[in-house]
């Protein structure tokens, strides 16, 4: 029996709720609550054989101005942070939190960028070279969709899988 | 007056048979009005009774409201002379009926609870059956809730940190909830508060209040518990939590300081959690001076008791708070793994204690430190330890290095050798730290033997001695007399040298031949003049194993005609220690 604490990083609006819930519920609505605080769901899944359950902790939006609850990434033993690929600037405020978030838990906790809102690719703000980019500074990227689903599910597997790792 | 009599008269003549049909009428009606009489009155009504009351009841309700008071006067009179009677005839009726009210007043009630009984015949038993028909609770909870002093209704043992819920227990018929959930929202609320209000002091939130409910958090830098309560807890019961909480985070000190998720091993932290779902209930029963005098002579008996307990409870509060400054330091001894550990219940506590061979013994641990290791009953597993520390003490007791060597163990977990040690140790240190675990390779390129270049150096002398012969013989020419001799002495030296350091030398000596004369000549005297070597060699009473090879002219240098270089000898000295060749 394993538990793990999960959080979700990244600007507002960027789909961080959305993704829990339809990892969670399998669910998405085009409805735009921003989260206050934070807000925390579960999730049973089976790793390969491994029971685990994920403790996911949502996390309020952050921009550029707004200071991170430090507290609530205390003991986070995984992390995604999430970007919405048609707003750009949500990217750099992504890798910022990263690098806050790094210096709050150690170093090897695995963690993921995710870019959201796939189903929209056309209006994109975020090129294959930016994605490129980060790739190859070691943080792995996956491409998401709340609303269709593309790449959740994964996303969450792939992270599970890398905390089983640890 | 005559006009009266005449009337009269004329009255008589016209009415005559009349009046006297009246008279006769008259007559009947006061015989009717006269007691022999009734009976037959009596007769005559009864003949149409029945009919009658039929009619007028159909007609309207006045026959009802006229008879409804007597009768009712009638029933009564009838209860108060004739109750045996009536109780007879009724209780074949009513017995069941009131037995089963009796018995749905008790179902659902908490045996334990005594007031139940009273309560059900009670004027406040009324009015809380009637709210637990109003609200559709079963009537006992509906007691309890009045009665209830305070319940704690569910517990949960937390990993500070991640929020993650590592045990949860829930009072009987409680309505439970996630615990996984729950635990990570008190963490987060608890995060909130840090961050807002306490950032950098100390102080903790202690308890939440919602409604009628508690939720009371005790806390430890590792882990916390938290327990829902209705109602009002006594003081005493944060004290209760707290060594809860305490005796937890001694038996499970090594699980929650390497916490990596797994919640399996708290499993068997859930009877602790279970003692502390607990409940009391007003009792305001008036006691009698009876009961007093008992309760009296109970409360004499309880003081000896708490005496008797209290002192224990002291000694085990003592022993528990020694326990964990205990396992704290041997936690931070190298070469030491706590694992099970608890009291034993005569005053001691019992550690299972992993321990490397050159770890220190965990009771001179504690004595160094000041703490007495009588109060612990410690069950040592012997094992083996990776950590550095342990490691290079396993190697120094192993090695019994020299003091003239260094070794220094990199966090690669590469050991490496500096400084100068007999070349026979340099060797078995080698092939020794390859095989001891922690170790995953040996660096020796910074340790040599300083005899074993002397040899070396000696070695190069002997060999780079050059001797020549004249034609066709096999003794050196006079100039190489002295050289020769020389190296002789040198091969002696060596031989004596090398005895020493438990090493053996060989020498291999080629003799060569110029081009000149037949094939099988020149192997001959090549032959010979190795030959002439060993034999000096043997005449300073070496007893040195020498090879000899005549090579003929085929290795001399020039392929044709006489030539004094190629009428030579060539020396090579080998070392060896076992059958092993150290140098070529
Ligand atoms: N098209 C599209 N819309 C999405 C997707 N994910 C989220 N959205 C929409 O984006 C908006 C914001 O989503 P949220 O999930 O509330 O974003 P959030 O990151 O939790 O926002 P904060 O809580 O304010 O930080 C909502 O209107 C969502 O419906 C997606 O994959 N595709
Ligand atoms: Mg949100």
């Not at chain 2, 508690?214 to 327990?227: F, N």
């Not at chain 2, 001179?364 to 040592?380: H, I, M, R, T």
């Not at chain 2, 002997?462 to 020389?486: H, I, K, M, R």
Request: proline share 4%; charged share 25%.
């Amino acid at each position: 029996m394993i538990s793990k604490k999960i959080c979700m990083l990244g600007s507002f609006a960027v789909g961080k709720t959305s993704l829990v819930q339809r990892f969670v519920h399998s669910i998405f609505s085009d409805r735009y609550l921003s989260t206050l605080g934070v807000k925390i769901s579960k999730k049973e899944l089976d790793l390969d054989g491994t029971a685990m359950t994920m403790v996911l902790w949502d996390l309020e939006g952050k921009d550029r101005y707004t200071e991170v609850n430090v507290s609530y990434l205390n003991g986070a033993m995984g992390f995604f942070v999430v970007a919405d690929g048609t707003r750009r600037e949500t990217l750099d405020i992504a890798m910022e939190l990263r690098d806050k978030a790094l210096t709050l838990v150690p170093g090897q906790v695995p963690h993921m960028l995710l870019i959201n809102k796939a189903d929209r690719r056309a209006a994109w703000e975020i090129s294959q070279d930016d994605i490129r980019d980060i790739v190859a500074m070691g943080l792995p990227v996956i491409e998401t969709s709340a609303m269709t689903g593309n790449g959740v599910e994964y996303a969450f597997t792939e992270l599970g899988k890398a905390m089983l790792g640890q | 007056m005559d006009d009266r009599r005449e009337l009269e008269r004329l009255r008589a003549l016209l009415f005559e048979r009349e009046l006297r049909t009246l008279d006769r009428l008259r007559d009947q009606l006061d015989a009717l009005d006269s007691f022999s009489d009734r009976q037959r009155r009596a007769e005559c009504v009864s003949d149409i009774i029945a009919e009658a009351l039929a009619i007028r009841g159909r007609r309207d309700e006045k026959l009802n409201s006229a008879l409804e008071p007597v009768v009712d006067d009638i029933v009564k009179n009838a209860l108060r002379t004739k109750l045996p009677e009536f109780t007879e005839a009724l209780f074949p009726l009513m017995g069941p009926s009131i037995r089963k009210s009796i018995a749905e007043a008790f179902r659902g009630m908490l045996q334990s609870f005594s007031k139940s009984m009273e309560i059900a015949f009670s004027l406040r038993g009324l009015r809380w059956r009637l709210e637990a028909l109003r609200t559709g609770k079963p009537f006992s909870e509906v007691v309890l809730l009045h009665t209830l002093v305070y319940r704690v209704e569910q517990v949960f043992f937390i990993h500070s940190a991640t929020g993650i819920s590592l045990a949860h227990v829930t009072g009987e018929g409680v309505a439970s909830q996630d615990a996984d959930m729950v635990s990570a929202m008190l963490t987060a609320i608890q995060d909130f508060v840090q961050d807002c209000l306490a950032s950098g002091k100390e102080g903790e939130l202690e308890s939440l209040q919602h409604g009628d409910h508690t939720i009371m958090v005790e806390k430890q830098a590792s882990a916390y518990l938290a327990c829902i309560v209705r109602g009002t807890p006594p003081t005493r019961f944060r004290e209760q939590l707290r060594a809860c909480l305490e005796d937890l985070s001694v038996i499970y000190f090594s699980e929650l300081a390497a916490f990596k998720g797994d919640i399996a091993p708290f499993e068997a932290s859930r009877p602790y959690l279970e003692a502390l779902l607990e409940a009391r209930y007003q009792d305001d029963k008036a006691i009698s001076p009876r009961g007093k005098i008992i309760l009296g002579l109970l409360g004499a008996l309880l003081l000896c008791l708490l005496g008797y307990y209290g002192a224990g409870a002291y000694k085990y509060h003592v022993l528990k708070r020694e326990a964990r400054e205990a396992l704290a330091l041997l936690s931070r001894e190298p070469g030491l793994l706590i694992s099970y550990n608890a009291p034993t219940g005569n005053g001691t506590w019992e550690v299972l204690i992993f321990r490397d061979q050159f770890a220190a013994a965990p009771e001179d641990v504690l004595k160094d430190n000041g703490l007495d290791p009588a109060s612990f009953e410690f069950e040592a597993v012997p094992y083996v330890s990776y950590q550095p520390e342990m490691v290079s003490r396993r190697l120094k007791a192993d090695l019994k290095p020299p003091s003239t060597v260094e070794l220094t163990l990199g966090a690669d977990g590469i050991l490496v050798l500096s400084g100068t040690a007999p070349v026979n140790w340099i060797l078995e240190a080698r092939r020794r730290a390859d095989l001891m675990p922690g170790i995953l390779g040996v660096d020796a390129t910074g340790i040599y033997d300083p005899r074993m270049r002397e040899l070396a150096e000696m070695a190069r002398e002997v060999e780079s001695t050059v001797v020549e012969f004249p034609s066709g013989q096999d003794v050196p020419a006079q100039q190489y007399q002295a050289s020769l001799n020389q190296a002789v002495n040198k091969l002696v030296e060596m031989e004596q040298l090398a005895a020493g350091m438990d090493l053996s030398v060989t020498l291999t000596i080629y003799g060569h031949a110029d081009a000149t004369g037949t094939e099988k000549r020149n192997y001959e005297v090549s032959q010979a003049r190795a030959k002439t070597i060993a034999a000096m060699l043997y005449a300073k009473g070496s007893s040195l194993p020498v090879l000899t090879y005549g090579l003929g002219s085929g290795y001399a240098g020039k392929t044709s005609g006489a030539d004094q270089a190629s009428r030579r000898i060539e020396m090579r000295v080998q070392v060896f220690r076992n059958g092993e060749m150290l140098r070529e």
